[in-house]
């Protein structure tokens, strides 16, 4: 019986004495996947450090609505690098959190918002599914929800306590619930009443340990074993077998996280001597003219990518960078959405002594809140930016970027200081028909670039060198 702690906290400070020990009984007990699902920076940056050293641990990174107070709003800025890296799966936990602590200070709802929001749009761009938090919010978040949505990574309401009656939004929306401990507790009748009411493949099982854990054992610490006695209650209500709730909840965590041992597809494809890497099937923009759209075909690879590749693998596969002219990050996705990654990969191709470009939207600017030029200088060679049209508006509808309105004018700044920094530089366009391309052209003679215009009809052609 296979099963998954989808939201478990592994790297608090409760679980320092015998971290390893729990981890080994959640295997014990069939729980041989989990995510660990980051609250602040920190956190989230302990969590990744567990997923790296664990194979079947895989991280959620996000900041909690617990973080932000009036006064010390936590800083978002290198949220984006961390969602940039192997192993992060999911943007999380967050959301609002109205709850009244005896000698607390009241929570600060519009603080709480404003990160909640400015999260939601990192999902958006990033195209990876929610971790959510609500607790006596949920009207206020669902609006937000609702208003910044949809979210193409889909996502889940974790600990769902909303009761039917916010279930057909949230379905409506394309969330999941997440059911933990407290389906066992007496007066959770609620929850109990959600799990029977939703669509078998909208439930995941989690346990939040260090907390909530089951009846049994309230008071104590939780642990992600215990993910078993969340299986079994939820097989009671359903009337179905522990091990057909374990199967469905499962295989519905593996899809909306993206998590599977299979063969991820095609990771590098060779088209005429230029090697192409397909980093990721994610995107900030949503290209009227994308074959991503239509049937992720490049020639004659299908560039679908059932999980997304790890750095070793690829580096595997690879081989010997010399064997060709040059090595090309880009897949069917923005490849700079996997930042670290990309790094790690493009290092090592430079030491083995090949020439490295990557295909970008030149967004990077927007996505990461800084400029990543510098920190790109001693391994990569080579860009080439899309910009598609010189009229920011014909952009906008066009290119449809998750990053605003604003995305042309940082796009072409990207490129003037790509230039200046002494890459090799491509300004780029998909020719649509019925798109002038002489203001294009124009404008990389102005910024002392390459102009690189590429028939729609012959997408997928390799550009020469
Ligand atoms: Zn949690």
């Not at 709003?73 to 602590?101: M, N, W």
């Not at 619930?177 to 609620?190: D, F, K, L, M, V």
């Not at 089951?214 to 179905?240: D, S, T």
């Not at 693998?313 to 010399?322: S, T, V, Y």
Request: aromatic share 6%.
């Amino acid at each position: 019986m296979e099963l998954i702690d989808t939201h478990v906290h592994l790297e608090e400070p409760a679980f320092d004495p015998d971290r390893e020990q729990v981890i080994r009984r959640a295997g014990a007990a069939g729980v041989q996947t989990m995510i660990n699902v980051g609250s602040s920076l920190e956190a989230n940056q302990r969590g990744w450090d567990l997923a790296r050293a664990n194979s079947g641990i895989y991280a959620a990174m996000g900041v909690h609505p617990h973080e932000f107070k009036p006064g010390s709003e936590p800083e978002l800025k290198e949220l984006p690098e961390q969602l940039s890296r192997e192993k992060v799966v999911a943007l999380g936990e967050i959301g609002l959190d109205y709850h009244v602590f005896p000698d607390y200070p009241a929570p600060d709802r519009k603080a709480q918002q404003d990160g909640f929001s400015r999260q939601l749009e990192l999902a958006r761009i990033f195209e990876l599914p929610l971790i959510i938090h609500i607790r006596e919010a949920f009207d206020d978040a669902l609006r937000l929800l609702r208003q910044q949505g949809p979210f193409p990574g889909g996502g889940v309401l974790h600990c769902y306590d909303g009761g039917v009656e916010h279930l057909p939004e949230v379905l409506d929306m394309g969330f999941h619930a997440g059911i933990g401990g407290t389906i066992t507790y007496p007066r959770a009748e609620s929850v109990r009443t959600v799990a029977r009411t939703l669509p078998d493949d909208r439930l995941l099982l989690e346990t939040d340990a260090p907390y909530l854990p089951p009846q049994e054992q309230r008071g104590k610490r939780n642990e992600p074993a215990n993910v078993l006695k969340v299986a079994e209650a939820v097989a009671r209500i359903k009337n179905i077998s522990p091990a057909l709730a374990a199967e469905q909840t499962s295989r519905n965590a593996r899809q909306l996280f993206k998590i599977s041992e299979h063969d991820p597809g095609v990771i590098v494809y060779n088209i005429q001597g230029h090697l192409y890497v397909n980093l990721t099937n994610r995107c900030s923009s949503d290209c009227v003219f994308c074959p991503r759209r239509v049937n992720r075909r490049v020639q004659n690879y299908e560039l679908t990518l059932k999980r997304e590749p790890r750095a070793e693998e690829i580096i595997a596969a690879i081989g010997d960078p010399r064997d060709y002219s040059e090595i090309v990050f880009c897949g069917f996705g923005e490849p700079l959405l996997r930042l670290a990654v990309m790094l790690e990969i493009a290092r090592k191709v430079k030491s083995r002594g090949g020439w490295v470009r990557v295909d970008t939207n030149g967004q990077a600017d927007l996505i990461f809140g800084r400029d990543i030029l510098p920190e790109c200088r001693e391994v990569v060679d080579e860009w080439s930016i899309s910009l598609n049209t010189a009229d920011p508006e014909q952009y906008f509808k066009m290119v449809r970027p998750a990053t605003g309105p604003g995305t042309h004018a940082a796009v072409l700044n990207f490129i003037d200081r790509a230039g200046q920094a002494g890459y090799k530089v491509n300004l780029t366009a998909v020719e649509m028909p019925g798109v002038q391309t002489t203001g294009l052209q124009a404008l990389a003679k102005g910024l002392g670039v390459r102009y690189r215009g590429r028939a729609y009809q012959k997408l997928g052609e390799p550009e020469d060198k």
